[in-house]
């Protein structure tokens, strides 16, 4: 693994999902921040091409760091894991791979992690039953359309719009969803995620209770 010290990495597992993936990691080469991030893909043993796009993309962006598990299962808690274990930085963002991001994603997220250890981000249109976003909106990405396009609500929309102290049920945690999450390190090795889980979900709401 390189050396280099970062403020922030930005961890994403996939599986056969090249796709979306290369949507998302054009939106995260292309953010609008001033102190060094990384880019952990963190491969549940993917056969459909993923290891090529992510070796050109490490042709040109040297803060991307790619690693492989084999195919035994859908382990996201383990994939996660694995790229924060190979992180040196004091922020890691949980990102998931299907996931295209403003320009100011990663400093909205640091901002906020200077008044909180963690941060659940809004995923738009994420386990949206109604509506969803069509992967032709975005192949031709560009940060000035991307802010033009609807936000199709998520299912955890009532609980983002109310103000701080609104918010007081102790069930907050069924919420947790590592879709798009950021929280400190030094936080996160004292929990991590359950490796123990095969399969979708689960895993992510588990470590926020």
């Known amino acids: 693994m390189k050396n280099e010290k970062y403020l922030v ?6 599986y056969n999902n090249k796709l979306m993936l290369d949507l998302s990691l054009k939106s995260l080469t292309n953010q609008k921040f001033d102190f060094p991030y990384e880019i952990i893909v963190v491969d549940d043993g993917s056969n459909d091409g993923t290891k090529k796009l992510l ?12 690693l492989f598990q084999e195919d035994n299962g859908f382990r996201a808690g ?17 990102l998931n791979d ?6 100011d994603f990663i ?6 992690q200077k008044k909180h250890d963690l941060v659940l981000g809004y995923s738009a249109s994420y386990n949206n039953k109604n509506e969803t976003y069509k992967i032709k909106q975005f192949q031709d990405i560009n940060h000035k359309n991307l802010d033009q396009i609807k936000i199709i609500k998520e299912f955890r ?27 400190k390190k030094k ?23």
Not at 55 to 66: D, G, I, P, S, V
């Open 9 to 14: 990495s930005v961890i994403i597992p996939t």
């Open 107 to 112: 400093n909205n997220h640091i901002e906020s």
């Open 98 to 103: 299907d996931m295209v991001c403003r320009r």
């Open 157 to 183: 929309d009532p609980l983002f719009n109310k103000t701080p102290g609104e918010y007081s049920n102790n069930n907050w945690w069924k919420f947790f969803v590592a879709s798009n999450i950021s929280i």
């Open 55 to 66: 070796e050109k993309y490490k042709e040109k962006y040297n803060n991307l760091t790619y």
């Open 78 to 94: 383990l994939a996660r894991n694995l790229g924060a274990s190979k992180s040196n930085s004091e922020i890691l963002i949980f």
């Open 187 to 209: 936080l996160f090795d004292k929990f991590k995620f359950d490796e123990n889980f095969i399969g979708w979900g689960i895993e992510d709401v588990e470590l926020g209770y």
